[in-house]
């Protein structure tokens, strides 16, 4: 099973743990120091850009975000999140971050595309 990008082998079961993803993912991201923002954008499926949103630094949000475009092979400034991905970020960060990333978590929960940048 592949949840946030990592490989969990099927003897784990289809319920892992929240802190065996959230240490793959920080072991991922690596060291967080030189990023300062992460910014995501929202569109239609038609690409009419609907608004732009920062997420706070120091939480898991951040960091899956910054792992996620670190890993990404898709070009460009701004990469493509995939439903998969945006929703398994954002179940695991509603329940660590709370109401840190409730609000940009209610909004990935949607149907509307979301890219990301960081720097």
Known sequence: ???C???FPASE???IEFS???EKVITGAGDLSAYNTVELT???REGKQLETISVEKGTFL???LVDYYKKSEIKGEYKMIFYT???QISEISKAVDKEKTADICKKLDDMNLY???VA
Do not use: L, Q
């Open 42 to 44: 929202s569109e239609t």
């Open 85 to 87: 991905n945006k929703y």
């Open 13 to 15: 079961g289809n319920k």
């Open 1 to 3: 099973m592949f949840i």
């Open 5 to 7: 990008g990592y490989y």
């Open 62 to 64: 951040f960091a899956a």
């Open 20 to 22: 065996k993803v959230i």
């Open 115 to 117: 890219r990301v940048k």
